[in-house]
């Protein structure tokens, strides 16, 4: 199980809760002019205090280095939020520890030294942040962190300094995008020092409107205070998008349902399609889901359904080298037949 296929509270909305760290180690330069043998010995302590120590983590966590792992998988890693595209630039130097639950991963010589992360199915921010408290607490143990007594943790780039804390909720909402409202979201969030982003971080896009609400500050501000301003944001956020869609269907309920069937019909008998087109059409099914218009359909088969939709899922269904045009075609095909098997399920239960 990982986060993708697991039930979490408020999942109609809430894809995921994550927290992450940025932590370097003392003494050692930052990882844009770090040389290769100060690297792996940076890889190697993160490596002993986790597989060598004497904590809890040492049975769950596998290690590897990005360069021994072939392309395609490395984009599976990033496809699926487990690690980040700046880990797979440098793959001589970078590593990743990943826990077998697929919900803990360690990032090494990415932006900072240690880049960990925890992220949880549905709205769990509290127990996100607990788990990877515990994590760097072990990490801690053995690894010499880079720490100024008035600054906090210091790390590669100034924004992170302080605490080094990274909270992030993925957020599912179509409907506040369908009503022109997220410019207004977006600006009022910005005010109490928050931010949004796309389905895979800085710089990317709300494909099939899902957004990434996290923290801007990590100085000057505790990790509970980080914590609880972006859960009370979120909460908010995520009962104005349950509004919405109420409002929806109560003032343009046959046209409403009549967008969510037509979705789901394309998805259904396409031939062709395209990622965008794929992520918008997967995101009126599953707000139709969550909505009781169409059939009692689980929502994490098609959080599932969504990540293997993506470049590098298709071409690992397919096991062989595919043009952009073979990716379109064969993530129809997938699809088609995805769900057909949730229809005839559903038929026979």
């Known amino acids: 199980m990982s986060w ?46 986790i597989q060598d120590g004497k904590s809890d983590l040492d049975s769950d966590f596998s290690f590897f280095y990005i360069k021994d792992v072939p392309a395609l998988e490395q984009q599976i890693l990033v496809e699926k ?10 793959p001589e130097i970078s590593a990743l520890a990943l826990d077998s639950s697929e919900k803990v991963t360690v990032m090494v010589n990415e932006e900072d030294h240690i880049r960990m992360q925890c992220i ?31 600054l906090g943790y210091l790390t590669s780039c100034p924004t992170n300094v302080g605490t080094g804390l990274r909270a992030s909720v993925m957020l599912h909402l179509p409907a506040l995008t369908a009503n022109n409202q997220m410019n207004a979201i977006l600006q009022a969030i910005s005010k109490i020092g928050l931010t949004a982003r796309g389905i895979y971080g800085e710089g990317t896009e709300a494909l099939g409107n899902i957004y990434q609400i996290s923290n801007q500050i990590t100085l000057g501000s505790s990790e509970e205070d980080i914590i609880n301003n972006l859960t009370v944001a979120c909460r908010q956020i995520v009962e104005n998008e349950r509004m919405a869609r109420k409002a929806l269907l109560k003032f343009n309920g046959i046209q409403f349902r009549d967008a969510i069937w037509r979705s789901f019909g394309i998805l259904c008998h396409a031939r062709v399609l395209e990622l965008k087109e794929f992520m918008t059409l997967i995101s009126q099914v599953r707000m139709g889901i969550s909505m009781g218009i169409l059939p009692n359909i689980n929502t994490e088969v098609l959080d599932t359904l969504m990540t293997e939709g993506q470049p590098a899922g298709v071409r690992k269904k397919a096991g062989r080298q595919l043009d952009e045009m ?9 699809i088609r037949k995805a769900m057909k098997e949730i229809i005839n399920k559903e038929t026979n239960s």
Do not use: C
């Open 120 to 150: 949880l199915p549905g709205f769990q921010m509290n127990q996100a942040w607990e788990t990877l408290n515990h994590v760097d607490d072990v990490i801690e143990e053995e690894v010499d962190y880079a720490y100024d007594k008035d």
């Open 4 to 49: 993708i296929n697991e039930k979490g509270p408020a999942r109609d909305v809430v894809l995921s809760s994550r927290t992450r760290l940025a932590r370097n180690v003392a003494k050692y330069p930052f990882p844009g002019i770090l040389p290769e043998k100060q690297a792996k010995e940076i890889a190697e302590k993160v490596r002993k205090s």
């Open 326 to 334: 073979e990716v379109n075609i064969v993530r129809a095909d997938l």
């Open 81 to 90: 939020h487990l690690a980040s595209p700046d880990l797979m630039k440098s």
